[in-house]
Nanobody, 115 residues
Framework: QVRLVESGGGLVQPGGSLRLSCAAS????????MGWFRQAPGKQREWVLS???????NYAGSVQGRFTISRDNAKNTVSLQMNSLKPADTAVYLC?????????WGQGTQVTVTS
């Protein structure tokens, strides 16, 4: 069984930084795209950013220039460096990993940005 486990969430002041990590374990095959969504209270799940197996990245406009995604293909991990955090970034952050015909999701980690 494949599991994705996120870590690194927490409480931070506006302008601060956090680093999230996500590790896939179990009988997972070749992982293609990996990335992060987030869901704020009362809002729909929102795609944030993604990275291909070859390292190509895409970012939502709201996080461009502030967030950076990276991955380790050998370890099936993906990380999210978040800088210049804003209260609007407050949400549960969920990582995902795509095989050719399956997608896996983590349970999410809470990020709260408040003064």
């Amino acid at each position: 069984q494949v599991r994705l486990v996120e870590s690194g969430g927490g409480l931070v002041q506006p302008g601060g930084s956090l680093r999230l990590s996500c590790a896939a374990s179990g009988s997972i095959g070749t992982v293609n795209g990996m990335g992060w969504f987030r869901q704020a209270p009362g809002k729909q799940r929102e795609w944030v950013l993604s990275i291909s197996r070859g390292g190509g990245t895409n970012y939502a406009g709201s996080v461009q220039g502030r967030f950076t995604i990276s991955r380790d293909n050998a370890k099936n991990t993906v990380s999210l460096q978040m800088n210049s955090l804003k209260p609007a970034d407050t949400a549960v952050y969920l990582c995902y990993a795509n095989e050719a015909d399956k997608s896996y999701w983590g349970q999410g980690t809470q990020v709260t940005v408040t003064s």
